[in-house]
């Protein structure tokens, strides 16, 4: 489906078949699911199967509330990450390309990454992916099952989006769909093998003990159902054609819960543990960059 509304194609993310485009409604031509456009924003996915998706329905709900989600991402240890995460995406030096990042929610990197190339932004959450620049095309969107026609995009970048899929090999598999043969994909998650192990467990525990209310409302934002990323699946689907390189970055990871939100100190300290070989294999975020073998 092209329109004057879109600059870029959109098919059922179900079964990637044509879209038919009538008053403002999206018709798959071959499942006959239907699909709102909201503003300038199309909402792809099947509001009847989001009710039998728990998980994916809390994720909507919660960061419908715009205030908790911008404290949450104004917090020392994150605004390091993102200028980390930042000059990793510059490094690519991307021109002309078509570039979709994933769950981007208010992205931090749309204003550099739009400036030379075609952006698409998605996320699961409206609300979030309003606030976003108007020069990227912006799509409500299940990264389980992305609108997008085979091999569309030339860069592909999630950060810290995979580990919160309930189904993460089949987010895995859609990315690779959707890239374009010579693509790259940069993914930025928590390793497992760092102190985020820790938080992980101990969450676990506080769940049983005091339920899931009680954790989110101690982290500020987010969901307490969380993985880490299925490594294994991820080599799986890409090791035979493509190169992947692992980063790994912040050995020092403050609890994230409100009382750590202005300690400001950890950052620089991860600067400086990152250069000694001792703490750079047990960084608490990998960035892994997948790129064609040559």
């Known amino acids: 489906m092209n329109s004057e509304k879109f600059s870029l194609k959109l098919v059922c993310p179900f079964d ?7 008053e403002d409604v999206l018709t798959c031509s071959k499942c006959q699911r239907e699909y709102k456009i909201s503003g300038r924003i199309p909402i792809m996915f099947d509001l009847n199967l989001l009710q039998e998706e728990e998980r994916k329905k809390e994720e909507m709900e919660i960061f419908d509330n715009l205030s908790s989600y911008k404290d949450f991402m104004n917090r020392a240890y994150l605004k390091a990450l993102k200028e980390d995460t930042l000059n990793s995406l510059l490094n690519f030096n991307l021109q002309d390309k078509d570039i979709l990042e994933i769950g ?8 550099k990454l739009s400036e030379k190339n075609h952006l698409v932004l998605t996320d699961i959450n409206e609300t979030l992916l309003k606030q976003n ?11 389980e099952n992305l609108p997008f026609p085979d091999k569309s995009f030339d860069f592909i970048c999630l950060v810290g989006v995979l580990h919160h899929l309930p189904h993460q090999a089949k987010g895995i598999k859609e990315l690779k769909r959707v890239l374009k043969e010579n693509g790259k994909i940069f993914i930025s998650e928590p390793t497992r093998w760092s102190v985020n192990l820790i938080y992980y467990l101990g969450r676990k525990l506080f769940i049983l003990l005091f339920g899931k209310e009680f954790v989110r409302k101690l982290v500020g934002c987010g969901t307490p159902d969380e993985a880490f990323l299925d490594t294994a699946e991820l080599k799986k689907t ?8 692992v980063r790994k970055i912040s050995p020092i990871r403050l609890l994230p819960v409100k009382f750590f939100d202005n300690i400001s100190f950890v950052p620089k300290l991860n600067r400086f543990l990152e250069k000694l070989p001792l703490f750079r294999n047990i960084g608490a975020i990998a960035q892994i960059t997948i790129e064609p073998k040559k």
């Open 16 to 22: 990637h078949s044509e879209l038919n485009l009538h």
């Open 104 to 111: 981007a929610g208010i992205s931090l990197f749309a204003e």
């Open 133 to 143: 620049l108007q020069n990227c095309d912006l799509v409500v969107a299940d990264a």
């Open 238 to 245: 890409f090791s035979v054609e493509f190169n992947i390189k």
